[in-house]
């Protein structure tokens, strides 16, 4: 088949980009001609990868997204057997969507009524709404929970996957194989320096606002940041941040990294007190990887952490005393040692890389009333 894959924005630090990528090369593999759309692309990115741009010159983020959405309808319409969106677009065939229910959450009147919300729900509704075509491929019970409840998505237009780790990024071997030391003394890490690593580009999104004020109380702590380039706007505000604490010094911006694996091998522990994440992948990546989690219970895989007692989940409602007592706790190198044999172990042991090969599956039905 020739499948339309179509994502906003395509870069390498994103779970759901390279889900979007890891996709596009198992289906690729099966025998299809998949083309990625996207607006803009960053960083590096798999050189065999087909990426058609479809930019556009919207002031706000909301209207550019829609004309998106209407860019990549009207290019893919008559040329393609499925349109897959990876994020909420128009005309799909397939959603898989890593985002929260719009449609749940209470605002107040001049937000419901404001454009920004209206055309979000525009394009919300144009794949959960009852009637449509579209196969809603979510990924995690709440989140499944909520688009159901808040559009009555007719059950069978709703999958649910299992755990989208990708093998490839699995390498626990690095922690005792010398990278560990090559990328630390890169990075300038001195022996007694405790590194926590970021994976973000969404810094308030991703808490680390929360993680730069727990720095203050421990010194030893040097903060990492993969997935936000330098220059950009988010590193201005997470310096003005740093430099507000009096911990500037101590944090660096990565921009975005294809070394994911390493990084994580390189660091102590996995910072990600998130204020809401549909899943987190990137805290089942640092697990089968070794490397203890520091985590939220807003975050959809924030479970895996307890099942595989390779960290902490601060419980809901957040209190950024718990996150700073936790990070403390987690200076021991005894604790943080066993947490990631622990890690490790659960990688080794449970199914935690199906998901993107059933999402390939999706993608290839049938579609209800068509033959291809």
């Known amino acids: ?5 179509a ?7 994103g779970g759901l980009q390279r889900d979007c990528m890891a996709l596009a090369a198992r289906l690729t593999a099966r025998g299809h001609d998949v083309t990625i759309f996207a607006e ?13 741009l479809l930019p556009n010159w919207a002031v706000s983020n909301h209207k ?32 898989y969507c890593a985002d929260p229910c719009l449609a749940a959450r209470r605002v107040g009147l001049l937000a419901k009524w404001g454009s920004r919300r ?25 989140q499944a929970r909520d688009f159901r409840t808040a559009w009555s998505t007719e059950p069978k237009r709703i999958e649910v996957l299992p755990p989208t780790i990708d093998k490839a990024r699995r390498h626990p071997e690095f922690r005792t194989d010398g990278t560990r030391e090559r990328l630390r003394e890169s990075l300038g890490m001195a022996e007694q320096d405790l590194l926590w690593l970021a994976i973000a580009n969404q810094p308030s999104v991703k808490g680390i606002d ?52 390493e990084l994580m091998a390189a660091a102590d522990l996995l ?15 640092s697990l089968v990887n070794g490397l203890p989690v520091i985590t939220t219970a807003e975050c959809g895989y924030a479970p895996h952490v307890v099942k595989a007692d390779a960290g902490v989940v601060i419980a809901s409602p957040f209190e950024q005393e718990a996150l700073t007592a936790a990070l403390g706790a987690a200076t021991s190198a005894g604790k943080r040692n066993r947490w990631s044999r622990n890690g490790i172990a659960y990688g080794a042991a449970e199914r935690l890389y199906d998901g993107l090969d059933r999402a390939a599956e999706l993608i290839e039905r ?7």
């Open 64 to 95: 550019r997204d829609l004309k998106f959405a209407e860019a990549v309808a009207k290019r893919c319409a008559g040329e393609f057997n499925r349109l897959v969106g990876f994020g909420k677009l128009l005309d799909l065939d397939v959603i």
């Open 210 to 261: 929360r993680a730069l004020v727990a720095m203050k109380g421990i010194p030893q702590a040097r903060l990492a940041i993969a997935g936000i380039p330098p220059n950009s706007k988010q590193a201005g505000q997470v310096r003005g941040w740093a430099r507000g604490i009096g911990v500037a010094d101590r944090v660096e911006m990565l921009g975005f990294r294809a070394d994911i694996p």
């Open 118 to 142: 209206r055309t979000k729900m525009q394009l919300e509704a144009a794949s959960f709404k009852p009637g449509q075509k579209t196969t809603c491929v979510l990924l995690s019970a709440n």
């Open 7 to 13: 994502i906003v924005t395509l870069f390498s630090a």
């Open 40 to 52: 803009r692309r960053k960083g590096e990115l798999p050189s065999d990868l087909k990426v058609e």
């Open 366 to 372: 049938p579609r209800r009333g068509a033959a291809n």
């Open 271 to 285: 910072v990600h007190p998130a204020r809401y994440d549909t899943t987190g992948t990137v805290i089942v990546e």
């Open 1 to 5: 088949m020739k499948i339309a894959f």
